[in-house]
């Protein structure tokens, strides 16, 4: 298992739309098992694979850090080929990162809770209802398959207030402790 490093901003991968898997394989699992090292690494809470540069419709979540000492608390999950088939009417704003997007942070409003279908890593459906803050990781984490970034949902205004940021993050100068893709 391995530590990769994570594409970062503007990088072209993270604006595809990612591949749906189809069968599993040792390379997958493998995958799988080094987003997981690459993730916890970077003290992050999810990962999709188009951030470690592989544009395939996966991605890794362990939500745990919300959940302190709930015992209810999801755990690590994969999600494979994961579809959002509901969403919930009520909708609710979190300050959201991203590992791709070191340093910046903003405040997201999306749907509070959502069912999501997806197969797990031994390719076996699963569908979950989904609240809380694992509801937030797995619709940022399902936005990655989509080229799509959190700061997409930012205003135009708030964009702009970033956009200094950005371009530093653009040349590399944001520190980050983990390994990143050098530009
Ligand atoms: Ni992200």
Redesign the pocket.
Known sequence: MSVLPIVTYEDQILREKAKPVKNNSKELQKLIDDMFDTMYNAD?V???AP?IGKAWRIFVADASPFYEEDENAPGPLVLINPAITLESDKTITIE??????PDIRGAVTRPENVVVEYKDRNLKKQKRNVNGPLARVIQ??T??LNGI??IDHLSYFKQKLLSAKLKALTEGANQVNYPVVAK
């Open positions: 992050g999810g990962l999709a951030q959201e990162g991203c590992l791709s997007i940022h984490e936005d990655h970034l959190f």
